[in-house]
Each structure stands twice: as structure tokens, then as C-alpha cells.
């Protein structure tokens, strides 16, 4: 990741990963994703996703673990 923030906008989310926006917004809303560690809220209330943590939740097995 370099000097670059961990935390991106989901579009800049989207841009990198290949997740659509719409594939992120769900997996925020159903849960899979848990708030303030994958995905947090700006105090302006856009949403900010964790690109480390995401990589730790693609590497780990996503059953056995609840991210």
C-alpha cells in the first residue's frame, strides 16, 4: 500500500478492487463487512472501507472468521 491512506471513498474502493459500488454497499448493509473495521462512517457520513483490512478479509476464510 505504500504511503497511501488505507481508508478510500467507495468509488476509489471499487476503482481498485473490481467490487462494484453496488456489490460494497451490500456487504455493508447485510452485515458481512463489519463497521469500524472494514467500513466506517466520516463524521461527514460518507463511507470510508479499509483496504488492509479488506485484504486480511479476502486471505482469511470467511466462514470460520466473523469479520
Known amino acids: 500500500m505504500g504511503n497511501q491512506s488505507q481508508w478510500v471513498l ?3 474502493f471499487a ?3 473490481g467490487y462494484s459500488e453496488n456489490a ?3 456487504k455493508i448493509k ?3 463487512w463489519i ?12 463511507i ?3 483496504l488492509g483490512e479488506f485484504e486480511r478479509w479476502v ?3 470467511a466462514l470460520a472468521h466473523a469479520f
Not at 36 to 46: E, F, N, Q, T
Open 10 to 12: 467507495i468509488k476509489r
Open 15 to 17: 476503482e481498485v478492487t
Open 24 to 26: 460494497v454497499r451490500h
Open 30 to 32: 447485510g452485515g458481512i
Open 35 to 46: 463497521e469500524g473495521r472494514i467500513w466506517r462512517k466520516a463524521p461527514d457520513g460518507r
Open 48 to 50: 470510508f472501507v479499509n
Open 59 to 61: 486471505e482469511s476464510d
